[in-house]
């Protein structure tokens, strides 16, 4: 599936945009998150001259990520800038059948940023959505920031009550990232610091 535009049609003026994207047609991994519904992208393409466009607008929609602390699932709302580049490339930048959503890196020394390419007088914005999509989900999601997780134990999720096991362990995620100031005993974050003597202590 394709969002497609011709350069033809993009007036000295620019041209608004305003379209609904189905969360099938941007083939999101179960790590990207799983849209709900649609996907909305509405901007502008703006054409300098017939060589380049550039694209700003926004993406608004809701996804659903896992969360990797209790690895339940959440809700997010999405509301991202959404900006691209399109040019002509020069000869031998795109090899055949990369097609239109394979982005390529530019001759010239003053431009950083990697391009998508102008194909057959046309540009595609799909794949720059399901980019800025993908490049919003972060590092280590978490359905808030006080999640308690699961019992290294017998895998209860904590945020859903106290279980039955009877030695306070670190609450640990997946990612194998300890939470020391969490226990599984009391399941609230712990009122003791590691360096806190006993009452009486004089060492």
């Not at 703006?46 to 659903?64: A, F, H, M, S």
């Not at 490049?135 to 997780?149: D, F, I, N, T, W």
């Not at 030695?167 to 939470?179: F, L």
Request: proline share 6%; aromatic share 4%; glycine share 8%.
């Amino acid at each position: 599936m394709a969002w497609t535009f011709k350069l033809s049609d993009i007036s000295a003026s620019g041209l608004a945009i305003d379209h609904v994207i189905e969360s099938a047609d941007l083939e999101l991994s179960q790590d990207d998150g799983t849209i709900v519904g649609e996907v909305r992208s509405a901007g502008s393409l703006n054409k300098p001259d017939d060589t380049t466009v550039y694209l700003e607008g926004r993406i608004t929609g809701t996804i659903v990520r896992e969360c990797v602390r209790c690895l339940e699932d959440f809700t997010e709302n999405l509301d991202l800038d959404c900006t691209a580049l399109f040019k002509k490339p020069s000869a031998g930048k795109v090899p055949d059948g990369r097609g239109r959503g394979q982005k390529y890196r530019d001759d010239d020394p003053d431009e950083e940023d990697e391009i998508y390419p102008i194909v057959d007088g046309q540009i595609d914005l799909l794949p720059v959505i399901r980019e800025h999509i993908i490049l919003s989900a972060p590092l280590r999601a978490l359905c808030a920031e006080q999640c308690l997780g699961l019992c290294q134990r017998c895998g209860a999720n904590l945020n859903k009550g106290k279980c039955s096991c009877p030695v306070p362990m670190p609450v640990m995620d997946y990612e194998g990232v300890i939470h020391p100031n969490m226990t599984m005993v009391n399941k609230q974050p712990s009122r003791r610091s590691p360096g806190r003597r006993r009452k009486g202590s004089t060492h």
